[in-house]
């Protein structure tokens, strides 16, 4: 059986668009993990924390609002995602403008020594849990603007239907 190189067809997906779609998911689901982990898991929890400070039924409620706020940023960061994935152009700059954003966040919280908090091991988890998913995002961000992503995104540009009035 013999085996032909595939050629890419009109409109066809790349493989980079692909990862990064991938490389997205993963980024969400870090997140979920990470925000679980510092509220119930990892010592001293934020639930804890938030316990002692403003009760049981305050901090129930703290924690149900981040949740909720975490799953409603999460499931707009989805949507994003998934029109990136289908081709749509202004999906793609607005990841790329909240990956930026996100950035920033995370470049100003370093600046503003907020993980110098304690040893070595509490600052490399400080890092690691803000820096992972934007990583994660970044090498999306870039996946997406390689030539062959810039041409699919244009190619979907062009083949869309004109709205029917």
Known sequence: MTTTPETPRQGARPKVVETAF???????????????????AVSPSGFDEMRDEMGESGA????AMSA???ILTSGLFLFF?????????WARNTLAAVAALVAL????SMNMNEFDKGGTADVIYDVFISVSPVL????????????????????MKR???????
């Open 60 to 63: 129930i409620r703290q924690v």
């Open 136 to 155: 994660l995002v970044a090498g999306a961000v870039l996946l997406m603007f390689l030539p062959t992503a810039n041409a699919y995104f244009s190619t």
């Open 105 to 108: 966040f995370v470049i100003n």
């Open 68 to 70: 909720g706020f975490l």
């Open 159 to 165: 083949t869309a239907q004109p709205a029917v009035r």
């Open 81 to 89: 995602v998934f029109q990136m994935r289908q081709g749509r152009n």
């Open 22 to 40: 991938l490389l997205l998911l993963a980024a969400v689901a870090v997140d979920a993990v990470v925000w679980t982990l510092d509220t119930f």
